[in-house]
């Protein structure tokens, strides 16, 4: 089982930009696709962006342009730089190990515990 921690959360307010880190407990992203999910109040988890092992990159609609999903080098920490923050990117925000099938991220049970994003309008 690998181990998943998101850092970096917080109050931000709108327009402004917040860096989320997730930090797993070996080179995961090495062999695996990677991804953030975010669950606002009320609403279902949803697929924010997902890095496969090569560094294709793939994003949600609504975050396209500015969100960048990115991994250090060692392949051990999976970033998620998030500017022009809108409050509708409230939500907490979780990390994800997964595979990939042709073009479709499928989330596997490796979850971290997540991070809040608030940001004010």
């Known amino acids: 089982q690998v181990q998943l921690v998101e850092s970096g959360g917080g109050l931000v307010q709108a327009g402004g930009s917040l860096k989320l880190s997730c930090a797993a407990s070996g080179s995961v992203a090495k062999y695996n696709p990677m991804a953030w999910y975010r669950q606002a109040p009320g609403k279902e988890r949803e697929l924010v962006a997902y890095?496969?092992?090569?560094?294709?990159?793939k994003y949600e609609e609504s975050v396209r342009g500015r969100f960048v999903i990115s991994t250090d080098s060692a392949k051990t920490t999976v970033y998620l730089q998030m500017n022009s923050l809108q409050a509708e990117d409230t939500a907490i925000y979780y990390c994800n190990v997964g595979i990939l099938r042709i073009t479709t991220y499928v989330p596997t049970e490796n979850w971290g515990r997540g991070t809040q994003i608030t940001v004010s309008s």
């Open positions: 890095i496969t092992i090569g560094g294709r990159t």
